[in-house]
Each structure stands twice: as structure tokens, then as C-alpha cells.
């Protein structure tokens, strides 16, 4: 058997009908569009109605993903769901997502990652096609978030929404679709993004919902410093473990969490704002199903080209990260195409390998300064306020 590689061939999303604008939530806690917008940039979100669940929303975003990819659910080996907004805690929803589809054939576990989760599914899901395991894998992302935010804390409930993306990955002996990643974890920030109810430590009980334990508890500033530290640093070495460099990076879709974190980001690596991908102002964090959302919109809005590279970063809950780059589409019959270049002359190399240190260096030194940025971002949020109160 050849060397094998997995391709993304079809792609779905799936969005609550309900909008809840800035303006709406500033009814139900103490904040202000002129808050959210600027310290987030998110202006709305999609909220799930009663009758919607966590598998009916990925149900209908993979229903168009086998669609688009135009294979049967039946002929689908694998099914990996990432999503901390579980339906139930048993059974898994991707074993009821697998009877859903009528996926009869696929194995199916779901995947908690945090906002992570969906990389964490695509790297796996293509070890299990690049060893030639399996050839078709269903890969969702699907959170039903606002089921487990605190709509009486201000801190949480304004950045979060509802959603669900998915794509197909499928086999193929042409070089193309996945070409590197790297995955990551830091569970000593555990307690920055936690629910701390409902699980086997602290089961449901009247003192842990008078605490309101079974929502989202979060150390916003802890996980905004967590994410300028590793996000760079992430998508640099998933880059450069493809056989890439950042500027053959056609389409930057990252995790939707905040775009002062994205505008952060993209400011480190030197990335021009126009190659990132940003719908947050649309949908809010909808953790692990903000990256497929984001594909998805992408490929529709005509973003991507038949051999772009894409590089996708995240980071969220654990504390976890991962980056991961990917050629688009069905894929060149050489290896030399689809890294679009023949092999490098020796000048060339050099002066390539000494642009990758240099930016490194750049994304170390301003990782190692986020602590001492940190500081003068918080006084510069003082000085705006004294001069908004006019002290
Ligand atoms: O997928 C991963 C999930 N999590 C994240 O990505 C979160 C990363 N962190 C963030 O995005 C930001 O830290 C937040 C958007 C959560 C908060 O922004 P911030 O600029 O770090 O604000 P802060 O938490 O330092 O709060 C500043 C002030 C505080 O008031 P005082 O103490 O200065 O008087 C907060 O009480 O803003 C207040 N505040 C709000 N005011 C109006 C916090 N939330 C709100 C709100 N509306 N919704």
C-alpha cells in the first residue's frame, strides 16, 4: 500500500434559528452592546430552542456535510463527535448520532477537548485513514452551550452560542488534505475553564445548584493570556511540521473566541488580517463547533481554492491547544505539487529556514512578554474607564 492521505470532501454547518443580539442580553444582566462588542467583538449568537438538542444540531449540520461530500451515511467508517454540551453523560451522542445518520457500519465515540475538541477529531480521524485503517470518517463539532452557561453571570454568558459543524474526511492516495499538526495540554490551568457540578467529583446535589455549579465558571483574563502563550506558537509548528512556511498559508480559520485574542495573534506571526477568517461577530464562542462552522462558511463565501493551504489553531478548556494545516481539494498526482514548489535551490532554503527562526523568535519573545503585556493591556483598560467616568 502507497502512502495514504485524508482530504476533507465535504463540509455542514448548522445553526439555531433564534438570534440573541447585544442589546438583548443587556435585559437579562448588568452589560452593553458598547461592552461586548469591544472587548469581544461579538454583536450576536444562536440560541438553541427547547426542542433542539445537541444530536438534532449535529445531525442536520452532518446530514449536509455526507450531502456535499455525496456518499452515503452507511459507507462511513468512523464517527468522532467533539463537544463538551453532551445531550446526556451516557450514552455518548455519537453512538445516537451514528443510529441517526444510519451510519450502520461506523465505530463512534465522542471526544471532549474543550474548544479544542474538533482538532483533537479531525488529527485523530486521520491517523485512522492515513494508516489505512479505515477510508471515511465523519467528523463533528457541536456544542449546545447555552444550556450550561450562568445567564445570571455577565463574565460567561455574553460570549457564548450554539452550533454545529462537521466535516467528511476521506482516503486518498493523492497528496493532499491533512499534512501536519500539533496538539497540546496544560492541565494546570484546569481550574480556569470549569463546570464544577454534575460530574463524579461533585454529583448534582441542592448545595451544588445553590452554588451554580452546573455552569460555566471561567477566569477570563487566566485563559486570555493561556491563548496569547500558545496560539502562535502552535500554528508556527503545525506550519512548519506540513513542510510550510506562514506566507504559503492561503486561509487562517482559527477558534472564534474573541477577536482582540485573533487580532493579538495574527499581530505575533505577522499574518495580514484579510487571510484570517472571522464570523464571530455573528455567532459568538461556539467552542468546538466554531472551526467547522467557520470551514464551512468559508468554502461557501469562496474563500477557498483548489490547492490553498489552510492552517486551523484553537485553544480552550483542559487547558488544551492544538493547530493543524491542510491542503484543499482533490489533490495533485505528484508530491512535489502539493507543496507548490519544486525542491528548493540551496540559497533558497537558507534564506527560508532563516525566516521560520526569525519569526519563532518573534512568537517566543512575544509569548514571554504576554505576562509583562498583560499589565500595561490591563492599565490601558484603567485609563479607557477613568476617562469614561470622567475621574
Ligand atoms: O474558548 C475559550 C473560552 N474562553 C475565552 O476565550 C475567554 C478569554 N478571555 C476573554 O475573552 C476576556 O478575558 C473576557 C472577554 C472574558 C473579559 O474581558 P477583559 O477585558 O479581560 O475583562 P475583565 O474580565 O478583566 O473585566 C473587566 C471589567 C470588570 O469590571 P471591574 O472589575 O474593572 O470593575 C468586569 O466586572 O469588566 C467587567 N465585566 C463586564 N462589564 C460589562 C465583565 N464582564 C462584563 C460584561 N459587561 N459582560
Request: include cysteine; charged fraction near 20%.
Amino acid at each position: 500500500m502507497g502512502q495514504r492521505f485524508s482530504r476533507i470532501s465535504g463540509w455542514g454547518r448548522y445553526a439555531p434559528a433564534q438570534i440573541l443580539t447585544n442589546d438583548d442580553i443587556a435585559e437579562i444582566v448588568d452589560t452593553s452592546d458598547e461592552w461586548i462588542t469591544s472587548r469581544t467583538g461579538i454583536r450576536e449568537r444562536r440560541i438553541a430552542e427547547p426542542h433542539e438538542t445537541t444530536l438534532t444540531m449535529a445531525q442536520t449540520a452532518s446530514e449536509r456535510a455526507l450531502a456535499v461530500a455525496g456518499i452515503p451515511a452507511d459507507n462511513l467508517d468512523l464517527i468522532i463527535v467533539a463537544t463538551s454540551s453532551p445531550d446526556y453523560l451516557l450514552p455518548p451522542v455519537s453512538s445516537m448520532l451514528q443510529h441517526a445518520l444510519g451510519a450502520s457500519r461506523a465505530a463512534a465515540f465522542e471526544l471532549r477537548a474543550g474548544c479544542t475538541g474538533f482538532l483533537y477529531g479531525l488529527s485523530t480521524a486521520h491517523q485512522f485513514l492515513a494508516t489505512g485503517t479505515y477510508r471515511r470518517a465523519l467528523v463533528v463539532g457541536v456544542e449546545l452551550i447555552s444550556r450550561a452557561v450562568d445567564w445570571q453571570d455577565r463574565n460567561t454568558c455574553v460570549l457564548f452560542g450554539d452550533g454545529a459543524g462537521a466535516v467528511v474526511l476521506e482516503a486518498t492516495e493523492r497528496p493532499t488534505g491533512v499534512l501536519g499538526f500539533v496538539l497540546g495540554s496544560d492541565g494546570a490551568g484546569a481550574e480556569a475553564l470549569i463546570v464544577p457540578g454534575g460530574g463524579s467529583r461533585q454529583p448534582l446535589s441542592s448545595t451544588v445548584l445553590a452554588e451554580r455549579g452546573q455552569f460555566i465558571h471561567m477566569d477570563g483574563q487566566a485563559v486570555f493570556k493561556f491563548a496569547v502563550r500558545t496560539m502562535g506558537r502552535a500554528l508556527l509548528e503545525a506550519v512548519e511540521c506540513s513542510g510550510l512556511q506562514l506566507d504559503d498559508i492561503d486561509l487562517f480559520v482559527p477558534h472564534q473566541a474573541n477577536q482582540r485574542i485573533l487580532e493579538l495573534a495574527a499581530r505575533q506571526c505577522g499574518i495580514p488580517w484579510e487571510k484570517m477568517y472571522v464570523n464571530i461577530a455573528r455567532y459568538g464562542n461556539t467552542s468546538a463547533a466554531s472551526i467547522p462552522i467557520a470551514l464551512s462558511e468559508a468554502v461557501e463565501e469562496g474563500r477557498l481554492q483548489e490547492g490553498n493551504h489552510i492552517a486551523m489553531v484553537s485553544f480552550g478548556a483542559g487547558l488544551t491547544w492544538g493547530a493543524l494545516a491542510l491542503r484543499w481539494g482533490e489533490g495533485p498526482a505528484t508530491t512535489e505539487e502539493v507543496f507548490g514548489r519544486q525542491p528548493l535551490h540551496l540559497p533558497q532554503r537558507v534564506l527560508r529556514s532563516a525566516r521560520t527562526s526569525v519569526q519563532k523568535v518573534r512568537i517566543q519573545t512575544t509569548s514571554r512578554l504576554s505576562p509583562l503585556l498583560l499589565p500595561l493591556y490591563a492599565m490601558s483598560r484603567r485609563v479607557r474607564k477613568e476617562e469614561k467616568t470622567g475621574e
